[in-house]
């Protein structure tokens, strides 16, 4: 059974980093096909595809954010991890990581997610 | 970017409808859409992939069509756990979108 759940601060203040980390089960990030992303949610609006790792640590990033976001993996540990960099009260949203569907090294869909970590950045 | 737009954003329907909703991409996505259920409060939970694949645990009432860029989620006899928002997403490019999400609530 796979499962994911993110983890992190829920207040930062603007202009400061916030570092996010997923931590899941049921898969490895060393196995071949696999792959997470990080999606995320402001509050009452649509959804926002932030980035993905794959197995072999490539990496594609939402061309808006790529400036200041990173993702990274720790596969001895089970994790990805999200930082994100001078922080504004826009980026106030409900951070989700989520499972890659992948067949035959393509990407379906994101098939199993986090329950989703609440970050508001205020000061 | 391909840009996602969903019709209608919301619907008022009852229990036992039949529901349709519409995606529409900006330019041609194949079949690398995907469909999505979200309750509030809860993540989203997948419900459909490549645009007519019914993902695994998914009931049979679900169910999605269309391929380049409209596409159509229906849901049959709509029962009272389906009230929430669906959002679809294109899988065909990065950077990945999602549609404006359409909201289903009760009649």
């Known amino acids: 059974q796979i499962t994911l759940k993110e983890s992190g601060p829920t207040l930062v203040k603007p202009t400061q980093t916030l570092t996010l980390t997923c931590t899941f089960s049921?898969?490895?990030?060393?196995?071949?096909?696999?792959?997470v992303g990080w999606i995320r949610q402001p509050p009452g609006k649509a959804l926002e595809w932030l980035a993905f790792?794959?197995?072999?640590?490539?990496?594609r990033y939402s061309p808006s954010l790529k400036s200041r976001i990173t993702i990274s993996k720790d596969t001895s540990k089970n994790q990805v991890i999200l930082t994100m960099t001078n922080m504004d009260p826009v980026d106030t949203a409900t951070y989700y990581c989520?499972?890659?569907?992948?067949?035959?090294?393509?990407?379906?869909?994101?098939?199993?997610w986090g329950q989703g970590t609440m970050v508001t950045v205020s000061s | 970017d391909i840009q996602m737009t969903q019709s209608p954003s919301s619907v008022s329907a009852s229990v036992g409808d039949r529901v349709t909703i519409t995606c529409r991409a900006s330019?041609?996505?194949?079949?690398?859409l995907a469909w999505y259920q979200q309750k509030p409060g809860e993540a989203p939970k997948l419900l459909i992939y490549?645009?007519?694949s019914l993902q695994s645990g998914v009931p049979s009432r679900f169910s999605g069509s269309g391929s380049g860029t409209d596409f159509t989620l229906t849901i049959n006899s709509l029962q009272p756990e389906d009230f929430a928002t669906y959002y679809c997403?294109?899988?065909?490019?990065?950077?990945?979108?999602f549609g404006p999400g359409t909201k289903v609530d009760i009649k």
């Open positions: 490549t645009a007519s």
């Open positions: 049921g898969f490895s990030l060393s196995t071949t096909g696999v792959g």
């Open positions: 790792i794959y197995w072999d640590d490539d990496k």
């Open positions: 997403q294109q899988a065909n490019t990065f950077p990945f979108t």
């Open positions: 330019q041609d996505i194949r079949s690398w």
């Open positions: 989520a499972h890659g569907r992948i067949t035959r090294m393509i990407i379906e869909a994101f098939d199993i």
